[in-house]
């Protein structure tokens, strides 16, 4: 059974649609590898002295031997070898090294280092670097590419003299069907984007069934499944579980794959794009398990967090659970990367560049959500309380990352940013475990000692008798002798956590102190107000008077 290794693919969109991973990734695969088609060279070659065939670097020598070979121009082929066989003995052994790797090699071609070096894997011979390893009936062949000096030319890779040697005898083994033998002519020879027509049909055709077969599974598995809990719960309105998850679609279909591909003798190209296809569909799956078991741990704790009274930490909770989804798929898409020969320090260095960037122009919204973060955590506020933030009133309806939802007493929704409330000054209305009783008396002069002693007793008396009030706090006391009125204080806490509650009490007090000042014959003092007339006026005008006569006089002697 030949390794392979998985890649990851984190995309969220694929996720949500088994087919379309397959599809799309398959398309990936195809746009990778295209450098190994024929005529189409490396994607990217380190030259140190250019060689006219590649053979500067391991994958160089082998994709160009390949796309030699694959051609037919055995002749070409020839000159990736290390032999020192003649021409013809030469071409023969090309075209039997092509046949053994286009039918067994494994399809890891993306794994040979593609530097002039080598991978310098093994320090006892860094000359050598492995290809890989294909199984015979006399144990397993290492398919090795060796460093020679040429000369004019400088070091170039060639295949090693050492598995030339083996190459005759693991050809005559080969005996697997190869499925263009099988398959009509006119699919295997017409190719679209380098992949023959039957494999198309095979992923038209075949994925689709797959899935409705997979869909028919899932739903006769989960309508048993969905039975046994009913009646074991004895509740017949629970629905019926999803047992055959997608994403375990998805590793079947990726399994089904890899066995196909150890029962076809398919090309090597075919099958590189094939076990591409097959990892990262495995890959992607497994983030898509990881996905849904993070959101049924985010639902479980949320149920936990609404249970102790707690639902505006659902939104940390929700931060929480994207940035580590985002951390997951990051992570897929750097193994991708990876897989694929792309080096990431260069995207690596662009995203601490751009994140720089998009932290300065979000500098509010981090503000506000580093404030939501606070608030949530520190527990300051709650969704249902009534709070009172500057001249604000109302009921708290949602605890946001970025805002907070108030609904005023006109019932208007207000929103207000975290950041803003978290550096206000906050009185939370709801949090009262006792209502203040806070009142000011004010009894006519004329009320005598007498009656005032009756009624502060009086009042003592009604505000003791209610089991709801604190006692330790009740003072009744004749504070002042005002300009208008004799002011008297009631003062206690009642011990109600509702504001109807203490309202109601209140009133109920309220009529008993009336009650009791009534009795006691004493009158509450009216505010009043004294007009003051001067004589003044009345004077000015007797005197204008007085002088409108002497006028009259004087005028009258004359005539």
Same mark, same amino acid.
């Given at each position: ?11 969220? @969109? ?7 991973? &397959? ?10 590898? !295209? ?5 189409? !060279? ?28 694959? #051609?037919?121009?055995? =002749? ?14 030469? $071409? ?59 000369? #004019? ?6 295949? @090693? ?10 050809? $005559? ?6 499925? /263009? ?22 992923? *038209? ?28 719960? #004895? ?31 398919? !090309? ?6 094939? @076990? ?21 741990? $985010? ?30 798929? &990051? ?8 897989? &694929?020969?792309? %080096? ?14 998009? !932290? ?22 709650? +969704? ?11 009921? +708290? ?15 208007? +929704? ?12 906050? $009185? ?71 504001? %109807? ?9 309220? *009529? ?30 007797? /005197? ?14 004359? =005539?």
């Amino acid at each position: 059974m030949r390794s392979r290794q998985h890649s990851l693919w984190g995309s969220v @969109s694929l996720a949500r649609n088994g087919a379309g991973i &397959f599809y799309f990734a398959l398309m990936m695969c195809v746009q990778v590898w !295209a450098q190994a088609l024929p005529g189409v !060279a490396p994607a990217t070659q380190p030259v140190v002295r250019k060689d006219a065939l590649g053979r500067t670097t391991p994958r160089g020598t082998v994709l160009g031997f390949l796309s030699a070979a694959r #051609k037919g121009d055995d =002749e070409l082929a020839a000159q990736y070898l290390n032999t020192r066989a003649n021409d013809g003995a030469a $071409e023969i052994l090309a075209h039997q090294l092509f046949v053994v790797l286009d039918r067994r090699l494994p399809a890891r071609l993306n794994q040979i280092s593609n530097e002039p070096e080598g991978s310098v894997a093994d320090l006892l011979r860094p000359d050598q670097d492995l290809v890989g390893t294909i199984s015979g009936d006399q144990g397993d062949l290492d398919i090795l590419v060796e460093r020679v000096d040429r000369g #004019k030319s400088g070091p170039l890779w060639l295949f @090693s003299s050492k598995t030339l040697a083996d190459i005759p005898a693991l050809y $005559e083994e080969i005996n697997l069907l190869p499925v /263009d033998n099988v398959v009509p002519q006119v699919l295997v020879n017409n190719r679209l984007l380098g992949i023959a027509w039957f494999e198309w049909l095979a992923v *038209l055709v075949g994925i689709p069934l797959f899935f409705l077969l997979a869909a028919f599974v899932n739903r006769l598995l989960s309508r048993i499944v969905g039975d046994v809990r009913r009646r074991r719960y #004895k509740n017949t309105e629970l629905r019926d579980p999803e047992v055959f998850l997608k994403p375990l679609r998805l590793l079947l279909l990726a399994l089904v794959i890899e066995w196909t591909l150890s029962k076809l003798s398919l !090309a090597l190209m075919a099958r590189q794009i094939w @076990s591409g296809a097959a990892g990262v569909i495995t890959v992607a799956a497994c983030v898509w398990l990881v996905i849904l078991a993070i959101s049924a741990g $985010e639902r479980h704790l949320q149920q936990r967090l609404r249970q102790r009274n707690l639902a505006g930490a659902t939104s940390v909770l929700r931060l929480v659970r994207g940035v580590v989804d985002v951390l997951v798929i &990051f992570a897929g898409v750097m193994v991708m990367l990876h897989h &694929f020969g792309v %080096n990431p320090t260069a995207a690596l260095a662009g995203l601490g560049v751009g994140g720089i960037a998009v !932290a300065l122009a979000a500098q509010k919204t981090l503000e506000n959500v580093i404030g939501g973060v606070s608030l949530i955590m520190d527990r300051a506020i709650r +969704v249902g309380e009534v709070l009172k933030v500057g001249e604000l009133q109302g009921t +708290v309806e949602d605890i946001g990352l970025r805002s907070t939802r108030i609904r005023t007493l006109e019932r208007t +929704v207000v929103n207000l940013p975290n950041g803003q409330v978290a550096t206000m000054n906050l $009185e939370n209305l709801s949090s009262r475990d006792k209502f203040w009783f806070h009142q000011i008396l004010r009894l006519r002069h004329g009320t005598t000692a007498a009656q005032m002693h009756e009624v502060l007793e009086g009042i003592r008396g009604i505000v003791r008798e209610s089991r709801l009030v604190e006692q330790k706090s009740i003072r009744v006391r004749l504070l002042r002798f005002g300009l208008t009125a004799l002011e008297v204080e009631v003062y206690a806490y009642v011990l109600v956590p509702v504001q %109807n509650q203490f309202l109601e009490i209140q009133e109920g007090l309220l *009529l008993r102190i009336m009650e009791c000042i009534q009795l006691a014959g004493v009158q509450i003092a009216l505010p009043s107000q004294a007009i003051v007339v001067s004589d003044v006026a009345d004077a000015a005008a007797v /005197d204008l008077e007085t002088q409108a006569k002497r006028s009259s006089g004087d005028a009258a002697a004359l =005539e």
